[in-house]
């Protein structure tokens, strides 16, 4: 099995496909396994698969320090909602995690089988024969393994050689990020909490990383005018103080203490019908890039590799229907998160004070009835186990 990209999708699958006794070989573009400084949140269905590859206690070492989730007023302050990690746990089995994304691709390349990767190797197109898939390398070199995995990112040049061009909408939303040293804040120490700030237009984002040490900071924001969907663009303190104007204190004197914002413009793509041809298929964000309201963009790709490894596994002597189990496993699970982060893009951006209330009303309606402990409709997604021994569609 060869796979391509070494982000935290195709390292997952990698360790995943060793797990399961299949020969494994990754190859990544940059000279080095590298992911950009910022944090990405962990949700549970990703935590049950680092279990299941044996990283899940190295995770949590490196991770940041919350007792609570919550749900806040852009303003006031006041909590939409709370679950504390016990609540969590208790509800899903285990807790989710929040970690700086370079500690979290460490400790997952850490754990690939050793000899496996090879750094510096751009792939530039696939094909597929009847008892080979084969990956050709920019310096003109060939590959041949007996499945291709493009885990090759939201650009993917997989995707692309399968299915053509993609066809992205911009959503005239907007994101700032910085990661904040705790002690660079002036003022009261912040909340180590996991929060979520709710307003007219935006949304804002805090959790620490590295335990209280740092804090992981992604704003949004309705802004027609920006469009560039980079990640690495920087952009000045002073726009996002500006932006967020008459937001709670406590966040400004955050967003004042980042000394390096960026900035990237948020851009939606519908489903895709099909990831896979032949012998070659798509994971992460290759296969269902997705806006990031819900925080599962890596967790989806995540629960990619398990379930990849073990349709895999099943159908050991015959990869293309392995493949196709996959496919048919992953992907109505996988668009639904698509759709589901569109819409929570909508929810949370709401401007109309009556609609926002009525927003938040549901939320603690919700709660109230005791089945939703987030009260956002969406305990359907860290429910899921990626690594049940049915989990394969048949
Ligand atoms: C600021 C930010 C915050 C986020 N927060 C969260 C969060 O809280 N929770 C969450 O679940 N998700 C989050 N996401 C989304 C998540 O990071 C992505 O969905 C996830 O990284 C996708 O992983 P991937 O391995 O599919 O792709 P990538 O991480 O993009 O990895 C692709 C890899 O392929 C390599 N590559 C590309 N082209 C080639 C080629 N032709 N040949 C060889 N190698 C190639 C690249 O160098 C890269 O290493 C966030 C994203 C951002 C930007």
């Not at 000279?31 to 944090?39: D, H």
């Not at 109309?352 to 402990?373: E, F």
């Not at 305990?379 to 049915?390: G, K, M, N, S, V």
């Amino acid at each position: 099995m060869a796979i391509i990209g070494g982000g935290i999708g195709g390292s997952t699958a990698g360790c995943a496909l060793a797990q399961a006794g299949l020969e494994v070989s990754l190859h990544e573009a940059a000279p080095e396994l590298k992911e950009i400084g910022a944090g990405v949140a962990l949700h549970p269905n990703a935590m049950r698969v680092l279990r299941m590859v044996g990283v899940e206690d190295a995770v949590r070492r490196v991770a940041g320090h919350s007792e609570y989730s919550a749900t806040r007023n852009w303003r006031t302050g006041r909590v939409i909602s709370k679950i504390s990690r016990s609540e969590q746990a208790a509800t899903f089995g285990l807790s989710g995690a929040t970690v700086h994304r370079a500690d979290l691709l460490d400790v997952i390349a850490a754990a690939l089988p050793p000899g496996s990767v090879t750094l510096g190797t751009r792939c530039t197109s696939v094909r597929s024969h009847e008892d080979v898939a084969v990956a050709r390398l920019e310096d003109g070199r060939e590959i041949e393994a007996d499945v291709i995995i493009g885990a090759d990112g939201i650009h993917s040049r997989v995707r692309a050689e399968l299915f053509g061009p993609d066809d992205p909408r911009f959503t005239g939303k907007i994101c700032y990020r910085s990661v904040v040293p705790t002690d660079a804040v002036r003022g009261a120490r912040p909340s180590t909490d996991n929060t979520q700030w709710l307003g007219p237009h935006g949304t804002v984002v805090l959790y620490p990383l590295r335990g209280e040490e740092l804090i992981n900071v992604v704003c949004h924001y309705d802004d027609e005018h920006y469009r560039h969907e980079s990640w690495v663009n920087e952009c000045d303190r002073r726009e996002v103080l500006d932006r967020y104007a008459g937001w709670h204190e406590s966040l400004l004197r955050i967003f004042e203490a980042g000394n390096t914002w960026y900035k990237w413009a948020l851009y939606d793509r519908d489903p895709i019908p099909k990831w896979t041809k032949e012998r070659v298929t798509v994971l992460g964000d290759a296969a269902h890039p997705m806006l990031p309201y819900l925080g599962q963009g890596a967790c989806q790709a995540i629960e990619d590799g398990a379930v990849l490894a073990r349709a895999l596994s099943t159908e050991r002597d015959d990869p293309v229907a392995g493949l196709a189990r996959y496919e048919r496993t992953r992907r109505p699970r996988a668009s639904s998160v698509v759709l589901a982060a569109r819409e929570r893009g909508l929810s949370n951006h709401l401007s109309s004070p009556i609609a926002a209330w009525r927003r938040d009303l549901t939320i603690a309606l919700r709660r109230r009835l005791g089945k939703d402990r987030e009260g956002r409709g969406a305990a359907w997604i860290p429910e899921y186990d990626a690594t049940a021994p049915d989990v394969l569609a048949s």
